[in-house]
Nanobody, 115 residues
Framework: QVQLVESGGGFVQAGGSLRLSCVAP????????MAWYRQAPGNQRELVAR???????VYADSVKGRFTISRDNAKNTVYLQMNSLKPEDTAVYYC?????????WGKGTLVTVSS
């Protein structure tokens, strides 16, 4: 069973910053596309950002210019730097490893942004 472990969530005031981290097994990390999703109460899970094995990135329109996804293959870690946070960014953030039809999810980390 592949385990992804997220960390870095917490409580922050609007305008603040947080950095999320997700550690994946070294056996998959270097070849997998890594992504961050989020799910707010009552909403569907949505893509926040994705980074391929060669560091091509995609962002949701709602976070462009504020969030940055990056990966450190030496540490088997993907990051999500979140700046200028807004109350609507409040959600559980999930890390996902993708390779074709094979997907693995982390358990999530809660981000709460107060107004």
């Amino acid at each position: 069973q592949v385990q992804l472990v997220e960390s870095g969530g917490g409580f922050v005031q609007a305008g603040g910053s947080l950095r999320l981290s997700c550690v994946a097994p070294g056996s998959i990390f270097s070849i997998y596309t890594m992504a961050w999703y989020r799910q707010a109460p009552g909403n569907q899970r949505e893509l926040v950002a994705r980074i391929t094995s060669v560091s091509n990135t995609v962002y949701a329109d709602s976070v462009k210019g504020r969030f940055t996804i990056s990966r450190d293959n030496a540490k088997n870690t993907v990051y999500l730097q979140m700046n200028s946070l807004k109350p609507e960014d409040t959600a559980v953030y999930y890390c996902k490893a993708e390779w074709g039809i094979v997907n693995y999810w982390g358990k999530g980390t809660l981000v709460t942004v107060s107004s």
